[in-house]
């Protein structure tokens, strides 16, 4: 077998598997798109900014700072019992 006869092959099967392949349904309703435009477009357009510039910019709050802090108290004193447990462990294969 060639190099011709392989692609052709190759061909001929892909062109058979795309053709038992169901075509994908998509169900769409007109409760789906509102095409009256029933919201304020300014409001709508003020909150996609509002969230985009929050992810990009990061949020002026500083409740997250407060959460980093607790994480890393809590993975000091993770470290501690960890310390403490290999200590014991140590005195146990020694004693």
């Known amino acids: 077998m060639n190099l011709e006869e392989l692609k052709s092959m190759i061909a001929e099967e892909y062109y058979n598997y795309?053709?038992?392949?169901?075509?994908?349904?998509?169900a769409v309703s007109d409760a789906d798109v509102d095409a009256d435009g029933g919201e304020d477009a300014e409001e709508t357009l003020k909150d996609i900014f509002d969230m985009l510039k929050d992810y990009f910019e990061g949020d002026d709050?500083?409740?997250?700072?407060?959460?980093?802090k607790d994480d890393a108290d809590d993975d000091v004193?993770?470290?501690?019992a960890l310390q403490e447990r290999?200590?014991?462990?140590?005195n146990i294969i020694n004693g």
């Not at 709050?61 to 980093?68: E, K, L, P, S, T």
């Open 18 to 26: 795309l053709a038992e392949q169901d075509e994908p349904t998509v």
């Open 61 to 68: 709050d500083d409740d997250d700072d407060d959460d980093d």
């Open 86 to 90: 290999f200590k014991k462990l140590a």
């Open 77 to 80: 004193s993770e470290d501690i």
